[in-house]
Structures are given as structure tokens and as C-alpha cells.
């Protein structure tokens, strides 16, 4: 099987085909959507957007607060305007900005964007509101503003239709990418179809817009619905399947082959052996030292998770600290509603990107959840522990040795149907003695503990749990059963038979070339793809 080239992803984008990218973890599929995204979108990356009207903003445009933050100044005085506020108040850090600056200053208004910077067509989406924040879009119940999508067609047909600004977009989408796209179920892949055929008013698959599906079907199946591509809708899309297998995630090859063996439910002699010798390392496992990183236990359930972390929070020396998170509504017109009943509203939402109070002591075992600062390896996924505690900051010792003061994220969720912005700003740390196997999807983590015995129930699951640890000396097992190892017979027939199709298609040659014409490798170049638009490959 042979390595398909990123180009080979771009140019079947460019000549318009439905593309479907198949892959396991670490291969950067996640990386590829984003790139899509910004060369069909070149103003995402050149421009910082202003979080009040979500137009291009240049960077002299600063408050007069202490963190200096980039909002338009004609922005916030119109949004005091808008709130009956007496002062103008930052809208990141909350500060109240001078009466002075306030009263005196006219500004002028934003400056006019182009069609295509205000009207995009190109959207980059998820099924799930972790994956989404992950590459920095939104998810795809969001964009269409379905909800819970509970309903049936026909009455989120009509919704649409009545709100102008989503009915708008819609229209004019020509390419959607959605992310995870395992985790969409047979049933809502077929209504999202019938309402944007209704929408758009065309017959053709999404009502005629190009889409860009990236997953992996061998990993944990929709929650209570079929797989996609059992749909009868499925083969209207004539898809372009393109299957990527380079690793960047991983730093040994060898143990990379095995959790591709391991996904398509096959163990061998070897394997067994491998994984048995990080049982007999979990037993040998001293984790009652002080102040360091202690591998973190993988759990199914949720409850299990709060109950042990609960638990081990209690057992720490010194008092705890308690943080609430700061929720704010960014709309760019008054749209009637108050800002209270707009996150009560959204709760469930926000609470998908971080939680709403956060509790730890030092000595906590956390885990970081935002690519803080990707040029010293502090990114999604990194362990550590709380070593102390500031004004407005949480010290934390990291396992590369890095100790990190860190702050408050935002995390931005656009409500289309309602033309607003929420955010909420929290610390992107959760406590890590235990995790769910859901909290660590889409990202990677140093030290592990994995259950793969009685607690492995679906098929897949027992390779999304190894699949999340770098390498095999940060892997430990709990207990292991060879039982456990499985995959689903339907996803495995399928991915059988999409390898097929792209061996029959044939391999595509690809030469590459820096800025002056000098040949170079294909991960070099894809990294220099990825330089000019601005994405970091982490």
C-alpha cells in the first residue's frame, strides 16, 4: 500500500470530487481540513478577526487595557451604545477601559471587506464540540443550526428558511468539511442531506455542495444509530476515498504497525507478547512519589473518572483553589435577547469546550487542553502538576521539565441563527488521575493507564485507548485480555474495500520543490504548505 501524497488530497479538492479521508490517528488528516480551509479561505489566516464584529482587524488597533487586546475601538463603543453601558469594558479580559478614552474617541467604522472575506464559502466543521475546537471550526449542528437535531426535516427546513443570515450561508456554501465524520450516525447524515437539498432547492448529495468527510470508522461507532455508509444516500456521492497512512503523531514506526494491526482487530504472537510486557510494567509501577507526572488511568465512564479524581483531590496537602469560568455574549446588533438567558441557553455548549468551575490543589495531576505554546511542546494533551498558584494564573510543572505559568482561553462558539459570539475564558487544565477515552479525543498523551479487560465493551475501543499515548514506554496496562482486541466487521469490510479502490486507482508521483527550485521531501514540503498559511503542525 502505498503513501498517498498531501497534493494528491489538494488536487482532488481543487477538480471538485466528494473526498473522503480515511486514516487512524497521527497521520494529519486534522492538519489536511485546516489547509483546505485556508486556501480556500486565504483571509483566516492573514488577518486577526475583531471578537465584536468578526471582521479583519490590523494590529494597532489595541485598548487601553493591560492586556492590550485587538478589538476595534468603534466596535466597543457601539456595543456600550447597544448595552446602555455607561464605560466601555474590554471584551476579553472584562476591564474597564478610561472614561477619557470612552467619551472622546469617534473612531471610524471597520473598514470595508471584500465579498469574499465577508460572504466565505468554504466552512470547516465537526460532528463533536471537541473535535471542532480542535481544528479550530465549529460543529456542524452549529453551522446548520439543528440543535440536538432532534426534530424531524421539514420543521428545521422552515427554521432555516425564516432566519436570513443562516438561510444565506447555506446557499452560498460551495465546499463543507466536517471532521470525525465516524461519529455522524446513519439517521442524521440522511436528514442533514434532506434539509439541505430543501434549502438549496437542488437534488444533487447536500444539495449540491462539495463535501470533505475526514475519519476513521475503526474507532468507537455512532452513539445509538447506524454507520454512514450504510445509507442508501451514501453511494450518490460517488466519493473520492483517499487513505493516509505517513505517522507524524508517533515516535517509534514499530509501534506504530502494531496499533494499525491492532485497529483492524488483529493480534499477533509478537503483539501479545509487547502488550503483556506493559502489564508486567504497570506492576512494577511506583506511583506514590511527590510532586511528579504519574501515568494517567483511562476509564470508559465518565462517573468512574470524577469519583477517582474527586478522591485523589482530597488526598492532596493544602487548600484548593476554585476558579469560575467567565462567559461573555459578543453579538454584532442587538438582538433583543439579555446576555444572562443567552448562556443559560448555551450552558451545555460551553460546557463541551471547558468546564463551567474547576477545582485543584497542589500536587494536582492535571492534563492541558489548548496547544498553549506549541514551540516548547506545550500542546493539547501534555501532563502535569500543580506546583502553585497566582492572581490569575495556575503554576504548572509539565513532563518535559517546562514549569508554566498558565492563564485563562477562550473559547469562541458562533450561534449563526442568532448572529452572536459566546465565549467562554477558563484555564484549559483538567484534573488527570483519571480520564474518559472521550476527553482525550483528538489529542495525544505522555503516560497512560489502560484497562483492556473487563472495561472494553465496543469494538474499536480497545484502540482508541492505545492510540492516545505517544509511544509504548508511556503505555501501561492495567489488565489485558486478548478479547479485547477487536474491530467492527461492517467498518473493517468497508475501510477493506476503500484500500482496494485506491490500489486500483493507482499511485499518484509527486516531485517537490522548495521557494528556489530545490528538490525536497514530502514532509518538508507539506511543512512548508503549512508555514504559508499559517497552521503549525503539532
Known amino acids: 500500500m502505498y503513501h498517498p501524497s498531501f497534493l494528491e488530497v489538494l488536487d482532488a479538492v481543487e477538480e471538485g470530487n466528494n473526498v ?69 469594558i474590554c471584551p476579553l479580559c472584562k476591564e474597564e477601559l478610561p472614561h477619557s478614552w470612552s467619551s472622546q474617541y469617534l473612531g471610524e467604522p471597520p473598514p470595508v471587506q471584500t465579498t469574499k472575506e465577508m460572504f466565505p464559502d468554504t466552512f470547516l466543521t465537526a460532528s463533536t464540540g471537541i473535535s471542532a475546537w480542535n481544528i479550530g471550526g465549529t460543529t456542524l449542528h452549529s453551522w446548520m443550526g439543528i440543535g440536538l437535531a432532534q426534530e424531524n426535516p421539514q420543521y428545521y427546513t422552515e427554521k432555516i428558511f ?24 446513519l439517521d442524521l447524515f440522511e436528514k442533514i442531506d434532506t434539509i439541505l437539498k430543501a434549502v438549496r432547492k437542488k437534488e444533487a448529495p447536500f444539495g449540491g455542495i462539495q463535501v470533505i468527510f475526514s475519519g476513521d470508522f475503526l474507532q468507537l461507532p455512532p452513539v445509538k444509530d447506524g454507520w454512514i455508509f450504510n445509507s442508501y444516500k451514501w453511494t450518490t456521492f460517488n466519493f473520492y476515498p483517499i ?115 474547576i477545582k485543584f490543589r497542589v500536587g494536582a495531576q492535571v492534563l492541558l487542553k489548548a496547544n498553549l505554546n506549541v514551540e516548547t511542546g506545550l500542546i493539547n494533551g501534555c501532563r502535569g502538576v500543580v506546583t502553585g498558584f497566582g492572581n490569575d494564573f495556575i503554576s504548572v510543572k509539565f513532563a518535559n521539565e517546562i514549569i508554566y505559568p498558565v492563564t485563562r482561553w477562550s473559547w469562541d462558539h458562533i450561534i449563526t441563527e442568532k448572529n452572536i459570539k459566546i465565549t467562554r475564558a477558563q484555564f484549559p487544565l483538567i484534573l488527570a488521575w483519571a480520564i474518559t477515552i472521550h476527553s482525550v479525543q483528538s489529542c495525544t498523551v505522555d503516560n497512560l493507564v489502560c484497562d483492556l479487560g473487563q472495561s472494553i465493551f465496543a469494538d474499536g475501543q480497545a484502540y482508541v485507548a492505545l492510540s492516545r499515548v505517544r509511544n509504548l514506554e508511556g503505555l501501561y496496562l492495567s489488565s489485558f485480555w486478548k478479547s479485547s482486541i477487536r474491530a467492527d466487521a461492517q467498518a473493517l469490510k468497508f475501510y477493506l474495500k476503500q484500500e482496494k479502490r485506491q490500489e486500483t486507482r493507482g499511485e499518484i508521483i509527486y516531485e517537490y520543490e522548495d521557494e528556489k527550485g530545490n528538490k525536497i521531501e514530502e514532509d518538508e514540503a507539506f511543512k512548508m504548505y503549512l508555514k504559508n498559511y499559517g497552521i503549525k503542525l503539532v
Open 162 to 185: 425564516k432566519n436570513r443570515n443562516l438561510r444565506e450561508k447555506i446557499t452560498r456554501c460551495k465546499r463543507l468539511l466536517i471532521d470525525e465524520i465516524s461519529m455522524i450516525g
Open 243 to 357: 487513505i493516509l497512512s505517513r505517522c507524524y503523531r508517533y515516535q517509534s514506526q514499530e509501534f506504530y504497525e502494531m496499533l494499525l494491526r491492532i485497529r483492524k482487530g488483529i493480534l499477533t504472537e509478537e503483539d501479545n507478547n509487547t502488550l503483556q510486557s506493559r502489564y508486567e510494567a504497570y506492576k512494577r509501577l511506583e506511583i506514590n512519589k511527590s510532586n511528579m507526572i504519574i501515568p494517567t488511568i483511562l476509564y470508559s465512564h465518565r462517573k468512574d473518572v470524577t469519583k477517582y479524581n474527586h478522591d485523589k483531590l482530597k488526598e492532596c496537602i493544602g487548600p484548593s483553589r476554585k476558579y469560575l469560568a467567565r462567559d461573555s455574549v459578543l453579538a454584532k446588533a442587538d438582538n433583543g435577547d439579555k446576555e444572562g438567558i443567552i448562556l443559560r441557553k448555551y450552558r451545555l455548549l460551553l460546557n463541551e469546550s471547558a468546564a463551567e468551575i
Open 20 to 88: 473522503l479521508l480515511l486514516a487512524p490517528g497521527g497521520t494529519g488528516k486534522s492538519i489536511l481540513l485546516r489547509l483546505i480551509h485556508a486556501i480556500y479561505s486565504p483571509h483566516i489566516t492573514d488577518h486577526k478577526k475583531c471578537p465584536i464584529c468578526f471582521l479583519n482587524i490590523d494590529e494597532n488597533e489595541k485598548l487601553p487595557c493591560k492586556g492590550q487586546h485587538e478589538v476595534h475601538k468603534y466596535c466597543v463603543i457601539q456595543h456600550m451604545k447597544i448595552t446602555n453601558k455607561k464605560i466601555a
